[in-house]
């Protein structure tokens, strides 16, 4: 148990579907990210919210809405996406973001297929 | 561009053998270099390398980092069924960027 969780674990989405990713961190973190794993390539960081402020995104397609409404809670809402959205998306938390050496806690991820 | 690169991509290995993984990066400015191991899903924490020449260790797990060669071994000896898992390497560099290799997928049989 990382003290991060996500769900669901599984998502089948249809094209038009509109569906939300889920991520609590049980830390007292102050940074979360998502980031999206495809097969046999490097985990690919999509957006980092610093107590609660956005603070990298990551030139994805707005058919990826991120929210934190709190320091303790992530969403992805997920809408129109396409069938190379596939992947396993991953939650992330840290103590706080300023690339100082920060360890990253991971979720146990959502794996997205879209149809 | 900045990059990771770990080596092998993958390798099958017995209970009991030692095995190396590599971990190359290019990184501008170069802050940290840390391991994880992906089980099934979560990746899960095994060390932090900031500094050159100083091995990390936890059981039968250790790492190294060279700065000047710009790069990190992890070493598990005596390898066993439960240390199947891919292991993945990232680097932070002073841009606030956690760079992530593609990965080692490791396989031990029994």
């Known amino acids: 148990e990382t003290g991060v969780t996500q769900t669901p674990r599984h998502l089948v989405m249809g094209m038009t579907n509109k569906k939300s990713l889920k991520c609590e961190q049980h830390?007292?973190?102050?940074?979360m990210y998502w980031y999206k794993q495809s097969a046999k390539k490097p985990l690919e960081l999509m957006f980092v919210?610093?107590?609660?402020?956005?603070?990298e995104n990551n030139s994805v397609p707005s058919r990826f809405s991120p929210e934190c409404p709190n320091s303790s809670h992530l969403f992805l809402h997920l809408h129109t996406l396409q069938p190379e959205d596939s992947a396993l998306y991953l939650c992330?938390?840290?103590?706080?973001?300023?690339?100082?050496?920060?360890?990253?806690?991971f979720g146990s991820g959502t794996q997205l297929s879209v149809l | 561009e900045d990059k990771v690169v770990q080596s092998p991509l993958s390798l099958v290995v017995h209970e009991g053998d030692t095995v190396t993984l590599n971990c190359s990066y290019e990184?501008?400015?170069?802050?940290?270099l840390l391991w994880y191991k992906q089980e099934k899903k979560a990746p899960t924490f095994l060390f932090m390398l900031?500094?050159?020449?100083i091995e990390k260790k936890s059981g039968r797990l250790s790492s190294i980092l060279d700065k000047k060669e710009l790069f990190s071994i992890l070493n598990i000896t005596a390898t066993q069924t439960g240390d199947s898992a891919v292991y993945l390497c990232?680097?932070?560099?002073?841009?606030?960027?956690?760079?992530f290799g593609a990965g080692t997928i490791l396989r031990v049989k029994s």
């Open positions: 990232a680097v932070w560099w002073y841009g606030n960027k956690l760079v």
């Open positions: 830390l007292g973190h102050n940074a």
């Open positions: 990184v501008t400015n170069f802050r940290s």
């Open positions: 900031t500094s050159s020449g």
């Open positions: 919210y610093n107590f609660k402020e956005q603070t």
């Open positions: 992330a938390s840290s103590q706080r973001y300023y690339g100082t050496n920060e360890k990253l806690f």
